[in-house]
């Protein structure tokens, strides 16, 4: 028989093992959340971006999906507050991968790289060159170009991509959209692929393009007069050439040609989005009708070039 003094000592009992329990759980760790170092302004830092301190070389073809892994871990990033925080994206209706594959190659880019015009400037730098400046190969005449873009964009995560790094790169970020990997791909030229690459990372994670062998003279954020709101544009080119000769053709691919050796643009911008189809739609046609080789360089190198970027940016307007 339960009496009072037992039934007593039986919920001091139960009260005492809850107690030990509930403190037990309080005191579970906490998981550890590990960032990517920040990169540092320095030049000498600079050099150590894509290679761990124990490799002096460039991503051997083994080592490039490595590589590419390293640089994707590092994103996002904030351009405007040079912060590491998720860039705010606005919400948008999900497509089922069927669905989306049925879309005409214009929609899936759009609805794969969302435009913003009211988000920020990713705080990137890309470039491109057969070696990373930690390579011992590395052009010492390209060093002080290439170390100008850090040197003015301390905050900004830079990286120089190597052509076997690159290829994995849009391989990561064009998965769902496996007819862009191809005409990557099947372009017959390094010179080619990097003209494609400067739009295709532009569209997927935006921020800066530069060609290696060029030298920033102002930082980024001097580019556009303050007082107009960043919020309002999400492209900024410069005009590349504008002849008053009538031999211009000589020389440029269009009377008025926009710069694409630098460009800043926000992800998703429908002018990459119309220029990555445009050029992808080209090269597979191409590739069918087994038009990808020296014979045909001429016009290939047209529609990867600054005369396809013009066209790609008067069509915008």
Request: glycine share 4%.
């Amino acid at each position: 028989m339960l009496t009072f003094r037992r039934a007593l000592i039986v919920a001091a009992a139960i009260l005492t093992c809850f107690l030990l329990l509930r403190h037990t759980n309080t005191h579970v760790a906490a998981p550890i959340v590990s960032n990517s170092p920040k990169p540092t302004g320095s030049y000498s830092d600079n050099r150590k971006i894509q290679d761990t301190p124990a490799k002096a070389a460039s991503p051997t073809t083994s080592e490039a999906p490595e590589a590419a892994k390293a640089i994707v871990s590092a994103l996002p990033w904030d351009g405007d507050n040079g912060g590491r925080v998720a860039l705010a994206k606005k919400p948008q209706q999900q497509v089922p991968l069927e669905n989306l594959k049925a879309m005409p190659l214009r929609k899936q880019l759009s609805y794969a790289f969302p435009y913003d015009v009211e988000g920020k400037f990713p705080a990137y730098v890309w470039q491109t060159w057969k070696y990373t400046p930690a390579d011992g190969k590395f052009d010492e005449a390209f060093r002080p170009a290439e170390a100008s873009w850090t040197e003015l964009h301390p905050n900004f995560v830079h990286e120089v991509i190597t052509d076997a790094v690159a290829g994995h790169l849009i391989k990561h970020f064009y998965a769902s959209i496996p007819e862009v990997v191809e005409a990557y791909q099947a372009l017959p030229e390094p010179v080619l692929k990097a003209d494609f690459f400067r739009y295709l990372i532009l569209l997927a994670r935006g921020g800066i393009y530069s060609d290696i062998d060029t030298s920033a003279i102002k930082s980024a954020v001097e580019w556009v007069p303050q007082e107009v709101p960043r919020s309002t544009y999400g492209l900024v080119i410069g005009i590349e050439a504008d002849p008053d000769r009538p031999d211009w053709h000589e020389w440029y691919s269009r009377r008025i040609q926009f710069c694409q050796w630098t460009i800043q643009s926000k992800p998703g911008h429908p002018v990459l989005v119309d220029l990555v189809a445009t050029i992808t739609e080209e090269t597979l046609k191409r590739k069918k009708a087994s038009e990808l080789d020296k014979q045909h360089m001429k016009s290939v190198v047209e529609f990867t070039g600054p005369g396809v970027w013009t066209d790609a940016v008067f069509k915008f307007f």
